[in-house]
């Protein structure tokens, strides 16, 4: 009985704090970018160009296999094309801490006439939420995740949180 009880509270904090990731993300972004699941860019992870929206100091701590690390302060449209298939249909997944920086970068490349560009709803923080795989800068696994500031890194549920 005990354990009933404790899943089901498990399970209304997550509900929960999915809420409040719902809030923050309708506050800062205009979700003229659609989002994608992390269990949807799982199953099509191989058939996407996966671009990493955090600066580069995050993107070393770690990232998500194959992803380009595209930044954000320094975010440069012209380099990115260059990087991109010429195909305006390719599926592009953008990704950044929670999905906020991500969605700004999506609108730019979106103005370029890519078509097919999706924010991965709640970013890094929430694939590794999920229990899936991170790199490092080296290409190895690690369990470390840069949370960009304190007050960001509430979101970020398992994995070792790095601060600068």
């Not at 089901?8 to 506050?27: A, C, E, G, T, V």
């Not at 205009?30 to 955090?54: F, G, M, Q």
């Not at 906020?100 to 970068?105: F, H, K, L, T, Y």
């Amino acid at each position: 009985m005990k354990k009933l009880i404790l899943f089901f509270l498990l399970m209304s904090l997550n509900s929960f704090s999915q809420q409040d990731l719902n809030q923050l993300l309708k506050k800062y972004n205009t979700e003229n970018v659609p989002y994608i699941s992390v269990a949807s860019l799982k199953t099509i992870a191989s058939d996407v160009v996966l671009l990493d929206a955090r600066e580069t100091k995050e993107f070393k701590i770690s990232h998500i296999k194959n992803a380009v690390c595209v930044g954000y302060d320094n975010f440069n449209i012209k380099r990115t094309l260059k990087m991109l298939p010429s195909d305006k249909n390719t599926k592009i997944v953008v990704y950044c801490s929670l999905g906020i920086r991500s969605e700004n970068i999506a609108e730019k490349l979106k103005k370029t006439g890519y078509t097919n560009i999706y924010n991965l709803y709640g970013g890094i923080f929430e694939w590794k939420n999920q229990d899936n795989d991170v790199i490092n800068s080296k290409g190895k696994s690690t369990n470390k995740a840069h949370t960009f500031n304190q007050e960001w890194s509430k979101w970020l549920l398992k994995g070792e949180k790095i601060y600068e």
